[in-house]
């Protein structure tokens, strides 16, 4: 885990697969483990910070397997900073203290498998790691980065017998490495271990988002780390940070089976979490998608923390085959949002209404934002309770600063579901593009250079909805225009009519409100044309293709 001081260091369906693997890596082509649904577990560090031992973790484990978390499919225990203290013999292999470590780390990872669940490792991509820099609960250790000893150390983990290993970016980062090269070389080095032991491991890359991992990572590990620490050690957590974390691993481009966006570790049951708080962070974790590995002490949780991180329709829409991750399709009012999350099967959907505001409201859940005809029945999650079935939507009040988990069911609309890539104009060969990554509410859509940047990502939801930035921004007709020459710019999102698009099978993207087709200004091909919206005709300017 990161130390940073105060800063601690996510035909329709088959495309959506095929695009998500094909643009980083096939499957066979990735050195290390695959697996098919988010990883599940429990990590020492928000308990232990670097103060662990075999003790420790056996505690947890047996506690695992008491608790029915085993059972409801936390499976990794993962043994985080402070295991080692960058000791090594004269051939430069890992040595760790046998007093904390009786019998060394095949001890352990033996202990781990007898009980039925999976073991995990920590180490840093540089010289130095997290320990080094940030001490927290042992002195600082200098050597406790991998950087150097890359094939060494693989091949010790996957002799001991681990089965995931997360790589910290401390050392990395002070020694300014680039992390896509760097990561590629732990990633190799992975696949030679796996090539002489047989033994694959799921690499989990955590470089906070520092160098856009959601671009790289899904073609050299299982998930990456989006965003900074979620807690600093010592503080409670708060839900301005999940909310962050949440915001922060929005890239549902770069989600899908055996690739996860990973906003980090669980802070559901530590102390100064109210059980609201902890039904609020899963179900957003949820909705994303998201890596679930618990970060309490599970041997001295209460039941409420019990209850809800084994609650398992909580876990099906979490570990639900698609891997997508949930999108905002709704924002009536500022700080009320839908998020929507496509489900297996037709017509499912798990939605999230999530209230920031200050005081307790009505969200209004559209069903053709879901994608959805306008009938579908309506189940609350955490209160296990349908709610019946509804005509056009539902609305629920939910209270300030907490959210509303629900499943929907109905029927798939035509056409609908969401579908993520770039743009591309077929007669310019250019991208759909915000100019200079801006996100400046107004700032017009144009041509340029396809590049896969984050400026060129566009998420297609259920709601008819094309959104950028992980959601944050949708493209959108100037003003509500309805008259030719009427500007496309992006625009916080709001669910209102001119944010609304029809992406056709002729190739043609037509507003929803103004019945205008997306256009590029006068036929233009070269870098900076802006786009508009202009009557619908038969020209090449106006037919897109979304890959």
């Given at each position: 885990m990161a130390r940073r001081g105060g800063i601690r260091g996510a035909a329709i369906l088959a495309a959506v697969s095929t695009l998500l693997l094909g643009q980083a890596a096939t499957a066979a082509e990735t050195p290390t483990a695959v697996v098919a649904a988010p990883p599940m577990g429990w990590a020492s560090w928000n308990s232990y910070a670097a103060a662990i031992n075999a003790a420790?973790?056996?505690?947890?484990?047996?506690?695992?397997?008491?608790?029915?978390?085993?059972?409801?499919?936390?499976?990794?225990?993962?043994?985080?900073?402070?295991?080692?203290?960058?000791?090594?013999?004269?051939?430069?292999?890992?040595?760790?203290?046998?007093?904390?470590?009786?019998?060394?780390?095949?001890?352990?990872?033996?202990?781990?498998?007898?009980?039925?669940?999976?073991?995990?490792?920590?180490?840093?991509a540089g010289r130095d790691g997290c320990g080094y820099y940030f001490p927290t609960g042992r002195p600082a250790a200098p050597g406790t980065g991998s950087e150097g000893h890359y094939d060494q150390d693989f091949l010790q983990f996957s002799q001991w017998g681990f089965d995931i290993v997360k790589v910290d970016w401390c050392g990395g980062?002070?020694?300014?490495?680039?992390a896509r090269s760097t990561?590629?070389?732990?990633?190799?080095?992975?696949?030679?271990?796996?090539?002489?032991?047989?033994?694959?491991?799921?690499?989990?890359?955590?470089?906070?988002?520092?160098?856009?991992?959601?671009?790289?990572?899904?073609?050299?590990?299982?998930?990456?780390?989006?965003?900074?620490?979620?807690?600093?050690?010592?503080?409670?957590?708060?839900?301005?940070?999940v909310l962050a974390n949440f915001d922060g691993s929005m890239h549902p481009e770069a989600q899908g089976p055996g690739h996860y966006n990973d906003p980090d570790m669980l802070v559901v049951g530590l102390p100064g979490f109210t059980p609201a708080q902890n039904r609020t962070h899963l179900s957003l974790w949820a909705v994303s998608g998201a890596p679930l590995v618990a970060g309490n002490d599970i041997a001295t949780m209460n039941a409420d923390t019990r209850a809800v991180l084994t609650n398992r329709e909580v876990i099906a829409i979490d570990q639900d085959p698609l891997s997508r991750q949930g999108v905002k399709v709704a924002e009536d009012q500022a700080g009320r949002q839908v998020y929507s999350k496509v489900l297996a099967g037709n017509g499912r959907r798990a939605v999230v209404a999530l209230n920031r505001t200050d005081t307790a409201g009505p969200v209004t859940i559209r069903f053709a934002d879901l994608g959805l005809a306008d009938t579908a029945a309506v189940r609350d999650v955490w209160g296990a309770t349908d709610r019946g079935s509804m005509t056009t939507s539902y609305t629920v009040t939910v209270p300030a600063h907490e959210a509303v988990l629900l499943t929907v069911a109905g029927t798939d609309e035509p056409g609908t579901g969401t579908r993520v890539g770039r743009i591309v104009g077929k007669q310019s060969n250019r991208c759909l593009d915000i100019d200079n990554s801006s996100t400046t509410n107004g700032t017009q859509a144009q041509l340029w250079d396809c590049n896969g940047q984050d400026n060129q990502r566009w998420t297609y939801t259920a709601g008819k909805q094309l959104t950028i930035y992980g959601g944050t921004k949708c493209l959108d007709a100037m003003n509500a225009g309805t008259t030719p020459g009427t500007p496309v710019v992006i625009w916080d999102c709001n669910g209102q009519g001119n944010q609304q698009w029809n992406v056709n099978s002729d190739g043609t993207i037509r507003g929803v409100q103004s019945g205008l087709c997306v256009d590029a200004n006068q036929a233009g091909t070269a870098n900076g044309t802006k786009i508009i919206l202009w009557s619908c005709g038969t020209g090449d300017n106006q037919l897109w293709s979304l890959l």
């Open positions: 420790a973790i056996k505690t947890q484990v047996d506690a695992i397997v008491s608790s029915g978390l085993k059972d409801a499919g936390y499976q990794y225990v993962d043994i985080d900073e402070g295991w080692w203290q960058g000791t090594r013999d004269s051939s430069g292999n890992i040595t760790v203290d046998q007093n904390d470590w009786p019998g060394g780390m095949k001890s352990i990872v033996d202990y781990i498998h007898g009980k039925g669940l999976k073991a995990g490792i920590y180490t840093d980062d002070h020694e300014r490495l680039d990561y590629q070389a732990i990633s190799d080095s992975i696949g030679r271990a796996t090539a002489r032991t047989g033994r694959p491991m799921v690499l989990s890359v955590c470089d906070w988002g520092r160098q856009s991992p959601w671009n790289w990572a899904p073609g050299m590990s299982t998930m990456w780390r989006d965003t900074d620490d979620l807690i600093i050690w010592g503080q409670a957590p708060s839900m301005d940070h």
